[in-house]
């Protein structure tokens, strides 16, 4: 069990990093920094400490969004909790659709349309950078949607509450720890940015290719299988620790 809840761990928070990395977030992250802290990018280099208090609490708000919504998918999960095992393949196929959305196998609006919300003017002080936050995983459908829509979709076949807000968590941890390096390092980030910005465009595939994989996986049961396999190569005195 615990190797099955570490196996999902590592994909949530691979899926979060996947969600950073994705053409409409990561070209933006400047701009929400610069927005949250209300600094220049070059008044953010040199308030280094404030620029990452506000990313800190940008990244809380879309957490609590984000855990939320894994503790409303556990509960649907336990609804319908009567047949785990149809209820996991089902998951599986809506995860393999939205894996080839992202491979742009087709287009499907309501995942397409902008939801995000535009406020001309941040509310002032720490709180804003909060509520911003929460703002952000509330409306950006199109960037995050169909990755954290598989994050969900695998939370709610569990149907285990600490598991489904572990999940989340570590979703949010793989969006969020990039996000305060970029805070941090803000000079660097835009260097870096800049010479690798080509490649964006194989994060979507790269993204898409894991989802179908995960839900073939889920389909087919073989991610069950496939934990019990790890745990019978985890050695009894780690498998006892965790």
Not at 44 to 55: D, E, G, N, T, Y
Not at 57 to 74: D, Q
Request: with cysteine.
């Amino acid at each position: 069990m615990a190797d099955s809840a570490s196996v999902g761990v590592a994909i949530s928070f691979a899926a979060g990093l996947l969600s950073f990395l994705s053409p409409c977030v990561l070209p933006l992250v400047p701009s929400y920094i610069t927005f949250v802290t209300g600094l220049s990018l070059e008044d953010v280099q040199r308030s280094r400490h404030l620029a990452l208090v506000h990313a800190l609490l940008f990244v809380c708000g879309f957490t609590l969004v984000f855990l939320v919504m894994g503790a409303t998918a556990t509960a649907l999960g336990r609804l319908l909790g009567y047949n785990r095992e149809w209820l996991s393949r089902v998951g599986g196929v809506l995860v393999i659709v939205l894996g080839l959305y992202l491979l742009g196998v087709f287009n499907f609006g309501a995942l397409s349309r902008d939801r995000r919300f535009h406020i001309a003017n941040k509310p002032l002080g720490y709180l804003g950078s909060l509520l911003v936050g929460m703002a952000f995983a509330a409306g950006w459908t199109p960037c995050i949607g169909p990755i954290l829509g598989a994050v969900l979709t695998y939370t709610a076949s569990s149907a285990d509450l600490n598991r489904g807000l572990g999940l989340l968590l570590a979703y949010s941890l793989g969006l969020a720890v990039p996000f305060l390096l970029a805070a941090l390092m803000i000079d660097r980030f835009i260097v870096v940015f800049q010479r690798y910005r080509g490649a964006m465009v194989w994060t979507s595939r790269i993204a898409g290719g894991l989802l179908v994989v995960v839900g073939v996986l889920m389909v087919t049961d073989v991610m069950r299988l496939f934990t019990q396999w790890l745990s019978g190569l985890t050695p009894e005195l780690l498998r006892s620790r965790l």
